[in-house]
């Protein structure tokens, strides 16, 4: 046999050893890799990696390295399947470290070879061990960009001895992490949903790629040295595994269920790269985004999209409700889908998504609760079947208003037509052997998103749903969440593979869908990146606290629509909104590690803002530009949260106390990196859309402005920004009376455009040119229905967008 150091090759293909990364010289004990920002040192002997450091802030990210792991560990031949296999309720995070079987790691290797290689643009060492005992060779890479502030490992494993042997691998795996001395106050992100940073880094978080994380990456990051380290596992495949953080600074990625390697057989792992880098755990968001965006073709929003900035889930009313409506109300009450439009003239919601519109309330109004699953979703009879609809969703649309259906991804009544003939066994989602997955829905059960009927059925029902209803969009409820499913019926080829079931199941929807109409929308409840190339947002539910939520930076065009988060959340990370007060009344999930309700935090729904009026302002800053990577900071009221978004022809800051508690008098907002070019701030107040200036200045290259709102943006026009435009004074009038639109502009720096189009579908057939400044008298139509109208200002200002109220002329 050959000794490790006998074997060693060096490839060196170019000498430009300042340009491509210092290698360590060979013959030594290690081989370190390393470029002006990190380095990584391997162990010949073994291959373990013996040294993580950030070489811009001198720290030493790994402070034991003799724990097993660095960069992996084998599972061969396994014994014990873990809980996270086994029990369909886990969430702890935590993952056995033993499984039974013989547990492979570079400390217990031997280095057979070692290349080394370097160009003008990486470094390269390729590592191959062999474990003795059971013949598994591996074949770890290293590549290190010279510019980058990130490593790249492939590891490969053969087996070359002459039994088959099963592997569960957990690369990468690494222990003893500590960012500073102390990794007791490193924070971490709790990656589910949309993703909650600031929790405790080392203790058990993530899980389930699809479930506990929704993307493929994790983070930790230490504030106080502004420092961090990210794990992005780059797999376009989204095999099943486990992405989590542990005690003990252990960040890993365990590729669960194993491989089976036949004698000769190899298996590769994903790409994984680790990021070491200053700032916060923003920097790995933003490297996966970029790797994300290569590997993922995302499902482009229809340009109507960008017009919604509020949204709800309503009901129907029930059987019992129209029954009585037809009784004491039938000229003006709802007792047909035609008078769609009377269930959204009082509230300012753009798109509303509709469910208990399906025959089975009618049928089976017993069963009708929390969730709404007949599995046909056929057009109610009481209310005029689908061609009433059609006309309800033509009036809607006439009115400026857009609407969805809900669809249940899983539920099913047990009595459903679609089950007639049928054996449900067979549909049934198993979350553990013999077992069907129960969300304790009256009379129903789950259904597997794997299993193709279904698939089929729902993308049938969803295209039949927009071919009767000319509808705007279809929300998968229950959907997207890893949930594994042990149907032998489905023959599925592991039980776990819940992430690719859900990319299937999304896309035969979607393709359903793109059949009658390519501008309609697909969300899901739960945000996951696999499905974004189908699906255009998802429900955002759990606070994300004083941070951004994660996915707005790693996947930011995955849309957000805020269900439980009041309007200053949903400002502060750029979601579609989804009321019109200011704050928070639903905390959940304490029980998945969130935090509860703050004590400071204000009780009730608190003061209704405009911010859905005044998010319209700026959609090249929310919908379409980037998030500053550092937040604007108050030092002198702790209580006050901001983000920066950077647009073409502006900057905006939006920021407020969370729960929209008043502001004691002036506060001075830091704004880090401000051009020079931009010299005026102009504050707008989200309660009273009044504009100010905000008195920005500059010293020692620090940037500052005064905010005197609750809750406001702030607005930091380039040279060339066009002006705003203040529409002040009550937009609201009787039924053949008039509305005067008095249009002064808020200069911001560029030229002063002379004509606006004006559009307020309902109440203006087709849109209206206009001088401006000066004003606009509207007459309302005697016959218009009272309630909200969405009026639209374009043209050469920043768009504005005002709701006009009817009101009731008796
Ligand atoms: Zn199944």
Redesign the pocket.
């Known amino acids: 046999m050959l000794t490790g150091v006998a074997c060693l090759a060096i490839v060196c293909v170019a000498i430009v050893a300042v340009l491509a990364g210092e290698m360590g010289e060979p013959g030594g004990d290690s081989v370190r890799l390393a470029n002006s920002r990190l380095a990584l040192t391997f162990d010949r002997q073994t291959g373990a990696l013996l040294s993580l450091m950030n070489l811009q802030t001198g720290d030493e990210y790994l402070k034991d390295p003799k724990l097993p792991g660095n960069p992996f560990v084998l599972h061969v031949d396994p014994t014990v399947i873990p809980q996270a296999a086994r029990d369909p309720g886990w969430w702890s995070a935590e993952v056995e470290e033993d499984l039974g079987g013989l547990m492979v790691s570079p400390g217990g290797c031997r280095v057979i070879s070692l290349k080394q290689q370097s160009s003008r643009s990486a470094a390269t060492v390729t590592i191959e061990s062999e474990h003795a005992k059971t013949g598994l060779r591996q074949t770890l890479t290293i590549t290190l960009p010279t510019q980058a502030e990130y490593a790249d490992l492939t590891l490969r494993v053969t087996n070359t001895g002459s039994l088959q042997r099963t592997v569960v691998t957990a690369f990468p795996h690494l222990r003893g992490l500590s960012l500073g001395p102390d990794r007791e106050t490193n924070l971490g992100i709790m990656m589910a949903s949309y993703g909650t940073p600031g929790v405790r880094a080392w203790a058990n978080s993530g899980g389930w790629y699809g479930r506990e994380t929704s993307m493929q990456w994790q983070a930790a990051y230490e504030p106080r040295l502004d420092e961090g380290i990210g794990m992005i596992i780059m797999d376009p495949e989204c095999a099943s595994k486990l992405i989590r953080r542990g005690p003990g600074g252990l960040l890993s990625t365990l590729h669960y269920p194993g491989t089976i390697l036949a004698p000769g057989a190899s298996h590769v792992y994903p790409t994984a790269r680790l990021v070491v880098h200053r700032g916060t755990w923003r920097v790995t968001a933003q490297r996966y985004s970029d790797w994300y965006a290569r590997a993922f073709r995302v499902r482009k929003p229809p340009s109507w999209l960008k017009d919604v900035d509020l949204y709800y889930g309503g009901w129907i009313p029930s059987a019992d409700q129209v029954a009585r409506a037809k009784r004491e109300s039938p000229s003006d009450g709802f007792t047909s889908f035609e008078r769609m439009p009377l269930l959204y003239r009082d509230g300012p919601y753009d798109l509303i998504e509709w469910a208990m519109y399906n025959q089975g309330v009618v049928d089976e109004p017993e069963s009708y609760g929390p969730y709404m699953g007949d599995g046909l979703y056929l057009f109610r009879s009481d209310l005029g079947g689908p061609a009433a609809m059609r006309e309800g969703v033509r009036r809607l649309h006439a009115m400026g208003r857009r609407i969805m259906f809900y669809v249940a991804g899983n539920s099913l009544l047990r009595s459903s037509a679609l089950l007639k003939g049928q054996r449900p066994e067979d549909w049934m ?1 198993m979350d553990r052997p013999g077992h069907g997955y129960d969300v304790g829905y009256p009379n129903g059960f789950s259904v ?1 998103p ?2 193709g009927p279904w698939q089929q059925h729902l993308a049938h029902t969803a295209r039949r749903i927009l071919a009767e209803t000319g509808a705007d969009g279809i929300r998968l409820d229950e959907l997207a969440g890893f949930v594994p ?1 042990f ?1 032998p019926a ?1 023959r ?1 080829s592991s039980p776990y593979d819940s992430v690719r079931w859900l990319r299937e199941l999304t896309r035969t929807v979607r393709a359903a869908m793109d059949e009658v109409n390519p501008d309609a929308i697909l969300l899901t409840e739960n945000p996951l990146d696999a499905v974004h190339e189908s699906v255009n947002g998802a429900l955002q539910m759990f606070q994300p606290g004083r941070e951004i939520d994660a996915m707005r930076i790693a996947v930011p065009t995955m849309v957000g629509m805020a269900y439980h988060p009041g309007a200053v959340e949903s400002a502060l990370n750029g979601w579609i909104g989804g009321k019109v007060t200011a704050r928070r009344v639903t905390w959940p999930w304490e029980h998945r590690g969130l935090a509860g309700k703050p004590d400071w935090y204000a009780d009730g729904p608190g003061p209704e803002l405009r911010w859905h009026e005044l998010r319209a302002s700026f959609p090249e800053a929310i919908g379409e530009g980037r998030v500053a990577t550092t937040d604007p900071s108050a030092p002198s009221d702790p209580r006050w949260v901001g983000r920066l978004w950077r647009a073409r022809r502006y900057w905006l800051l939006v920021g407020g106390t969370l729960d929209a508690a008043p502001l004691q008098g002036e506060l001075r907002v830091i704004v880090p990196g401000l051009p020079a070019r931009i010299r005026r701030a102009v504050e707008i107040d989200a309660q009273t859309l009044r504009p100010r200036d905000a008195d920005l200045r500059r010293s020692g290259g620090m940037a500052t402005i005064v905010v005197r709102s609750a809750v406001s943006a702030v607005i930091f026009p380039m040279p060339d920004c066009p002006p705003l435009m203040d529409i002040s004074g009550e937009l609201r009038a009787r039924r053949g009376g008039e509305i005067t639109l008095d249009m002064k502009p808020i200069p911001l720096g560029g030229r002063l455009p002379s004509r606006v189009r004006i559009t307020c579908p309902g109440l203006i057939d087709g849109s209206l040119t206009a001088r401006w400044p000066g004003s606009v008298r509207l007459v309302v139509p005697p016959d218009a229905m009272i309630g909200l109208y969405p009026l639209r200002v374009e043209g050469d200002s920043l768009p504005v967008k005002r709701w006009i109220r009817v009101a009731d002329d008796r």
């Open positions: 989602l597997c794997g299993y499913c149907n489905h599925h």
